[in-house]
């Protein structure tokens, strides 16, 4: 720089300090003549006065650090560091003095520590002795550029420590990161630690694969080759047979010119065949039907034989000789295929042809195997191919759909609160946007934010509360928050003072968005379900589906899920997975043995009391039930204490286990399970009226299927007391069972983008199935039990109905009851009677015929009187049919009508994906009904658009997962 200046005398600053000084020094020795001076005498003039500056700041670091000494030597202090300003990112040199310590006759002194409260960088190094007045020992250290603090002892090396009296020392780092700059910055590196981990295991994973696909195809190679042989050794033993028929010529019969054939396995020649022979002497066309090799290939010689010129009565053809042919193979007949009448087959044994001059035998039979070889080669690997490319398929489309529902479920909060982005992602600030008017502070001047992370369990604790202010050009309040790296959940309530006053906490259960991205993840959860039904090993009704798929679901988002089961003796054991006995325990006067499995990925508990409480050939339907059940709920309690197992949740269902809530309570709560919490789920309030309302008194929460029918059953005064606890969360329905890409039963795989072609597919085969005009008319499918529960009376007239509108209706099902089953078989005889290719009542169970309904249908109707929940609605919409159904219960929490729920459905961040009716009469019935048949004949192309909508809208287990993780975590506060 200072080389540029001079030759460059336009640059008039110059800002370095060191050329500033070696100008004023040249100046004093006479200045720099342009003219003469050399570029290398400048350089060394400019190093010359580098070292005596480097010489001038050692001088005074020496004589600052012998004062710094000698003053801290006479203040009696073990320790003192130069610079006394400590910054990151430069090296400091620290001074011990051994006498002033433990270490004061011991001959080695060493430094060990770290930076950040030992969090960041250890090290450890020898002290050397410094040339200062007293015993100072001193090392040189430097200071990384993300430290904010040093901590560190002395010790000679072994085990004689200087610790500042169990303090440690410590020194500052000024100007660089703080402790929460630095925990960002772990959590920064933690981060970029667990991408490579995840990158590692990736390719890990990937190499595994593709080394397992390997070793699969060796041994499918292996296993087609073995399959050519075995099939080529059967051919050729047929092959043998049917060439020692084989001839060259039958006098008077047949004979083939040339004679010996002038081919080599293949080329043109001439079959005379004598029309006389045999039953062809009358007809008046021949026509050789003709293959080769036993009719490897089928028919693939025809041709018209031609009336020769030869003596007696023979006719001819040319033939093509097949290459690879060792045999001609045909039979004669008075026309082309499909139409001959009158055939010359030799007495049934064919005629057969030796081929001269053909390919040796063993090496055909050798090129055969290998033929056939890559034949199975390739159309397994294309089977393989079409199989993994459906299995991706259907796994993207189950995870774009978990993806889409987790976007729903923040959208349902949306008239309250929101975020912007609605991903929240760590690391990152999103915009919170609330609007108290549909909450307790409508009204309010001011509303304040409360918020933490990670469950109100994070390391900063609770913010400060902060006021929000207008959004602008909405009805929301908006303020800011700074996602740390290590949250994984957001959680906030509102207030309407600084210092409290009133709350909006959702009821109890605060507000809470995930957070993705994050270096820390969810603790999973340990939850254990008690129950006496679990689908498909002990099912009975919609009780043991629900524990299954909810087990499963929330499973699948990382928590720990088990259920205890009665060990039955009419269990399905074919669905039990490594069933194992794992031990015996005693209670209640009688040995009680432990079955471990795996059912459908869920862990299982089998308990088997050997007083056969359960060895009785059913579930249900004993005179002491609730006695068998009682003793299985203490028994379940007993084996989690027993076990030493501390779950956060037992989740109890309907009756039958209801007794968990208060035996935990009242006994073993004070036994050593206080860690866990009780959630209880009503299915069925028809049944154990008293044992729900006990239990409902004893549990942490309680929830029930559907938010509706929660309301419609909250007077009852087995609940009315509890709505303080009570939830209405909707089931779901297993998508694995429910798919129309996957489903066995259909004729055509089909998702939304090809639903119109997949349901029409499905319809023809439904209308050829059960013996209906094949048609192109709406149909109407009901699948149901026939009690009054379900609406009959409503079901007869949609019947009816649809019939006066030109529609085709189908329904399955069967009644407990004899006289409604009777009735129904006297509609279905009358139906079939007058409207046989329109109508048809199938009065019994057909799980295959319910899939092809639901895949077939246009409509599904569900008109049920109450319905606490209800699947087949759900069901039919997994299928792209448009569900009709009356508005109770989960009915109206899940059906939309397209022409009055557009609000109601965009609040739940859905579209309308039905038609639905108050009442029950007929005119309500008719009122949804007659508005989805004329959709369908007048407005097809929107029709099959709400197909397509109502396929795509997700009914699994996912957000009634979500629901139920939000009551876990409230039942643990």
Avoid at 305 to 329: H, M, Q, T, Y
């Amino acid at each position: 720089m200072l080389i540029s200046m001079l030759l460059n005398p336009k640059m008039k600053e110059y800002p370095t300090v060191r050329s500033v000084a070696l100008q004023e020094k040249l100046a004093a020795t006479g200045g720099v003549d342009d003219r003469y001076t050399s570029l290398s005498e400048l350089k060394r003039k400019e190093d010359e006065f580098l070292k005596l500056k480097l010489e001038s700041e050692e001088s005074l670091r020496k004589e600052t650090i012998n004062k710094l000494a000698d003053a801290n030597f006479r203040k009696g202090n073990k320790l003192f560091y130069y610079p006394e300003l400590v910054k990151p990112d430069q090296h400091i040199d620290i001074f011990f003095n051994r006498s002033f310590s433990t270490l004061k006759n011991e001959p080695d002194v060493m430094i060990m520590g770290a930076f950040n409260d030992w969090k960041w960088k250890s090290f450890g190094m020898n002290l050397s002795k410094s040339h200062l007045k007293g015993d100072w020992w001193s090392c040189q250290l430097y200071v990384p550029k993300e430290a904010y603090k040093i901590d560190f002892v002395f010790y000679n090396g072994q085990d004689v420590y200087e610790n500042n009296d169990e303090q440690d020392f410590c020194i500052a780092v000024e100007g660089g990161m703080d402790v929460f700059d630095f925990e960002n910055f772990l959590l920064e590196e933690k981060m970029h630690e667990q991408e490579d981990l995840l990158r590692q295991k990736a390719e890990r994973e990937r190499q595994e694969e593709e080394q397992r696909y390997i070793e699969a195809e060796k041994a499918a190679i292996e296993a087609d080759r073995a399959q050519a042989k075995e099939e080529v050794a059967k051919t050729r033993g047929m092959m043998q047979v049917v060439m020692k028929k084989a001839l060259i010529s039958v006098d008077d019969v047949w004979y083939i010119e040339p004679k010996p054939w002038d081919v080599e396995g293949s080329g043109m020649v001439r079959l005379y065949y004598n029309r006389s022979s045999g039953p062809l002497s009358h007809g008046k066309d021949l026509w050789i039907h003709g293959g080769y090799n036993n009719w490897k290939d089928g028919l693939s010689i025809v041709s018209k034989l031609i009336k020769s010129g030869k003596d007696g009565d023979w006719w001819f053809a040319d033939v093509v000789v097949p290459d690879r042919a060792l045999v001609l193979d045909w039979v004669l007949a008075d026309g082309p295929p499909q139409q001959a009448v009158i055939y010359d087959n030799n007495n049934m044994q064919d005629f057969h042809a030796i081929v001269p001059k053909s390919i040796a035998e063993e090496l055909y039979w050798a090129e055969e195997e290998q033929i056939l070889f890559r034949r199975l080669q390739t159309e397994r690997q294309s089977r393989e191919k079409a199989i993994r490319a459906k299995a991706e398929k259907t796994a993207r489309l189950k995870a774009e759909t978990k993806e889409k529902t987790l976007r729903t479920y923040l959208l349902s909060q949306k008239h309250i609160v929101y975020t912007d982005p609605l991903d929240v992602r760590a690391g990152s600030t999103v915009n919170l946007f609330y609007n108290p008017a549909n909450t307790v502070l409508n009204g309010k001047s001011e509303v304040w934010l409360r918020c933490s992370f990670n469950r109100w369990t994070h390391r900063m604790g609770p913010l400060p509360p902060q006021k929000i202010i207008p959004a602008e050009n909405s009805s929301h309040l908006k303020s800011s928050v700074k996602v740390p790296l290590d949250a994984y959940m957001i959680d906030f309530v509102f207030s309407e003072r600084e210092d409290g006053g009133i709350f909006d906490n959702k009821n109890g259960m605060d507000y809470h968005i995930p957070v993705l991205g994050g270096v820390v993840k969810e603790p999973p959860m340990h939850i254990v379900h008690i129950s006496v039904e679990m689908a498909p090993i002990a099912k009975v009704g919609g009780l043991g589906d629900v524990v299954t798929s909810l087990s499963r679901a929330v499973q699948d988002m990382n928590h720990n899920v088990e259920i205890i089961l009665p060990k039955y003796d009419c269990l399905n054991l074919s669905h039990v997975k490594d069933l194992q006995f794992h031990k015996s325990y005693s209670w209640g006067g009688t040995e009680i043995k432990v079955w471990f499995g795996k059912v459908e990925g869920i862990s299982v508990i089998f308990l088997e009391p050997q007083n056969g409480l359960f060895w009785v050939g059913c579930i249900y339907g004993r005179g002491n039930d609730g006695d068998r059940f009682g003793f299985f709920c203490n028994a379940a309690l007993e084996f989690l204490l027993q076990s030493g197992s501390h779950p956060d949740i037992i989740h109890c269902h309907d009756w039958s286990s209801a007794p968990v809530a208060w035996l935990f309570k009242e006994q073993y709560m004070h036994y050593g399970l206080s860690k866990a919490r009780i959630v209880f789920t009503i299915h069925n309030l028809e049944f154990g009226a008293e044992l729900i309302g006990k239990a409902m008194a004893f549990a942490d929460k309680a929830t029930t299927v559907s938010p509706t029918y929660s309301r419609e059953v909250s007077g009852n005064p087995v609940i009315a007391p509890y709505l303080y606890k009570f939830h209405g969360i909707l089931n779901g329905i297993d998508p694995d069972i429910w798919d129309p890409y996957n489903d066995k039963f259909l004729p055509v795989s089909y998702t939304s983008e090809n639903v119109v072609e997949g349901k029409q597919a499905a319809k023809e085969a439904l209308q050829e199935r059960l013996g209906l005009k094949k048609a192109d008319l709406p149909m109407v499918g009901i699948i149901t039990r026939l009690t009054h529960q379900k609406g009959i009376h409503l079901i007869k007239h949609a019947i009816w109905r649809t019939l006066e509108r030109n529609g085709q209706v189908v329904l399955l099902g069967s009644a407990p009851d004899p006289r409604i089953q009777n009735d129904f078989v006297n509609l279905a005889s009358q139906l079939h009677s007058s409207h046989t290719d329109r109508a048809r009542l199938c009065l019994t169970y057909d799980e295959p015929l319910s899939h092809l309904i639901y895949a077939g249908a246009d409509f599904i109707l569900v008109p049920s009187i109450f319905e606490p929940c209800g699947l087949t609605q759900l069901t039919a919409m997994r299928y792209g049919s448009v569900p009709v159904v009356r508005k109770t219960g989960g009915l109206y929490d899940t059906v939309y009508d397209v022409d009055h729920d557009v609000d109601r459905a965009q609040e739940q961040g859905l579209q309308p994906n039905g038609f639905n009716f108050d009442g029950a009469d007929a005119g309500g019935v008719d009122y949804a009904l007659n508005r989805a048949i004329s959709a369908w004949y007048d407005k097809r192309e929107w029709f099959y658009a709400l197909c397509k909508c109502v396929m795509e809208q997700d009914w699994s287990w996912n957000r009634p997962a979500l629901d139920y993780l939000e009551l876990y975590n409230a039942a643990r506060k």
